[in-house]
Structures are given as C-alpha cells and as structure tokens.
C-alpha cells in the first residue's frame, strides 16, 4: 500500500483547478480509502471514540450534505470497487463515486464555506489516501471513449 496518502489538493494543482473555466459542469471523481481507525486530533470531540474510518467518513458526509446540497451539488454515481485488473494493486480503493457540480465556482464556495472547513475534520481522520479528479461531463458515444 502507498506509504505517503493524499488527502488535500496541492497548492499546484489547485491553482490549475481554479483556472480551469469556472461557469461549467463538472463532475468530480472520488476515489477513497478509508483508515482502519479513524485519526482525529486532540481536542476534537470524536478523538479517542475508537471510530472507523468509514464512521468518520459518513459522519463526514453525513455533515456536509446539506452545503453540496446548497450549492447544488448531487452525487450522480456510486459504487463499491471489488478489484482492480489493469493498475496498481497496492491503489485498492474503498469507496468510488463521482459527485456533480453546476460549475467549478460551486465546488470553490463549498471547500471556502467556513462550516464545511470545520466539518472536513471527519475526512481527514478517516482517509488513508484519496484521488480526486476534476472531469468536465460530456454526453457518452456508442463505443468506449468517444
């Protein structure tokens, strides 16, 4: 297993994200694997409670329904990876789903909402290591990729 997990965009990579235009669609890929034990910090209220990583994350999701809501925010599709055939072994993931913005400018006012930066507390103890990428949605063909 990846010894060094990402959990939060790099300041690189989110710059080229809020460049990107602002005013599309865009469909955020979630690929997620969770702690066995969730990881909070001294003075959270949750810290010690011996809860899962998957508590942590629900509690997580549970938390901020309602701002990706507001926002406009919908998950579109989710699924329970199983096995991985083409790709590295050691990226097994525990949860995959892909969440819906009516623009880039909705996911920014989530991650800056000042409710949702305290809420995030919940991911981060849960989260081993994460992808998250930006996809601008298009309508699918009749063959693979197109």
Do not use: C
């Amino acid at each position: 297993m990846s010894q060094s997990g990402h959990i939060d965009p790099d300041r690189q990579a989110w710059e080229l994200f809020k460049s990107l235009p602002r005013d599309q669609p865009v469909h955020m890929l979630n690929l997620v694997r969770l702690k066995p034990l969730a990881d909070y910090p001294e003075g959270h209220p949750n810290h010690g409670r011996g809860m899962t990583g998957r508590e942590a994350y629900q509690a997580y999701g549970r938390t901020t329904a309602h701002i990706f809501k507001r926002l406009g925010g919908a998950q579109v599709w989710v699924g329970k990876p199983e096995v991985t055939l083409t790709g590295p072994q050691d990226e097994a993931w525990d949860i995959a789903f892909i969440a819906a913005y009516p623009n880039a400018e909705a996911f920014i006012s989530m991650v800056r909402d000042p409710e949702y930066q305290q809420l995030v507390a919940h991911r981060t103890a849960g989260v081993a290591d994460s992808r998250l990428i930006r996809m601008s949605p298009t309508e699918p063909g009749e063959g693979f990729g197109e």
